[in-house]
């Protein structure tokens, strides 16, 4: 069953333009990686999925519904930075997602919690980046949302806590719903995605299934990452 | 959902300005035990002797009461400040994302913004007016005078009700449509860029151009009224009627546009 359906989508600021053509599908049940550089548009996809960001062109459906404010329902969506007021503690945040979200599986979050070494009383302000992370990680696949969206899940985390954050990711994926990453550490999520999209100035240059991908070329995704885009 | 929203609102403004808020308290009742403990029967004199010069203590109570209305005039535009600093934020803030990925309508969000940005501003108000009849009443040493002039006002109040709630809520209409238009002015211009060097110019620009329109409408309506009437007690118009409900409307379903279809974060 189709869960995310991507058709030409192109997005324009003024005279630039950050993505163009872009098609994607999303089956349920899969975790999709959406891998490039920096500034090849990922961000802005994302946000696209999200509802943040509108395009400029083409059309988008999640679940069959158009984005809307409705489509945030089916969507978990963890950005790329900080998003939390500082003032929160981790329980004040966990309210706030039991108040807006009627999908947020209060047992999921606090074993997610727990796994990840945080604890209720501690404030957002207190807490390093990597912990941050991880909080906003848990907060996210707290939720039995349709899909999930990672924005650089493992940005500015040690090694370690880039393992338990996979741990945590490959722990709290249901078949029900899809996931798509994105990040530049191909080598360290290659283990857990079923298909990639390379997206490469605005535009998807290669896709497929990871395993077909890597039969085929012989290659790792990192390596065919570099043979992508040439470095 | 607008109830899960208001109480959202609420508990993040009391989150923000419950120091203020409290910080304020302690220091005014800092102050006022300080003159009336300390300074007693000059601040009495200073209070109920108009012209009352060079009595011991009155450099200190001059320099205290300035201080105590200036904290007063800072809790009472502190809500005003706020809301507009948290409104700019929730749309192109660090936490945007949280605020624009709650999945409800931006006209509701709108909405319970507005209503708690209200009612926050009206107590807010009250406990800078009450912290300052409290300063008047206590260095007077609770003066006859002032008690009467004080319960006579009560009594005015109380003797015409419903002219006194038509009042009352003119002003909250009146204090919502302000918002609302400020509102719609930060939307507008944070639907432009996010940037606040483009930002705020065009923030401020478009607040100014819509508040002078206002008040030529204003002025047009009242040199040309239809259908004119007498309500509670006021000369009232139906054109000023409309033009009041359209002022609130037309920001309000503007700001809830842009934030719907325009703003990106």
Known sequence: ?231 | MLVKLLGYELYKKWKMSRYILGGFIVLQVILLIVTSVFLGTDATKMITEIGNNGQNGSFTFGVITILYFVFAAGVFSFPFIETINRFEKDLSGKQAVLELMIPIISWKKILAKLIVAVVTTVVFQMIAAFSVLAYILVNSDFNKKILDSIVDIVQTLMATPVKSLFATLSFLFFLASLYMLIMFCIAFSKSISHKNRIAVPIGIGMFIACFALAIVAVIQIGRFPIVEFGLFGIERSLSEMIFNLLAFILPFLGASYLMEKRIEN
């Open chain 1, 1 to 231: 069953m189709k869960l995310l359906e991507v058709e030409s989508v192109g997005k324009k600021y003024f005279k630039k333009q950050v993505l163009s053509g872009v098609d994607l599908v999303i089956e349920q049940g899969k975790i999709v990686g959406l891998l490039g550089p920096n500034g090849s548009g990922k961000t802005t996809f994302l946000k696209i999925l999200a509802g943040l960001i509108r395009p400029t062109a083409g059309r988008v459906e999640i679940c069959q519904n158009e984005i809307s404010y409705k489509t945030k329902e089916l969507v978990a969506y963890l950005p790329d930075s900080d998003f939390l007021y500082s003032w929160m503690t981790i329980k004040e945040a966990k309210a706030v997602y039991i108040r807006f979200y009627g999908d947020f599986n209060i047992q999921r979050f606090d074993e997610l919690l727990d796994f990840m070494k945080l604890t209720g009383d501690m404030k957002v302000n207190s807490l390093s980046k990597g912990m941050k992370e991880k909080l906003a990680l848990s907060l996210t696949l707290a939720r039995d949302a349709k899909l999930i969206i990672l924005d650089e899940p493992l940005n500015g985390v040690d090694p370690v806590a880039r393992e338990q954050i996979l741990v945590a990711i490959l722990k709290a994926f249901r078949l029900e719903s899809s996931m798509l990453i994105t990040s530049h550490l191909i080598n360290e999520v290659e283990s857990i995605l079923d298909e990639v999209y390379f997206l490469k100035e605005g535009q998807v240059e290669l896709y497929g299934n990871a395993e077909d991908l890597r039969t085929e070329k012989k290659m790792t995704l990192d390596e065919i990452y570099r043979e992508v885009f040439a470095c």
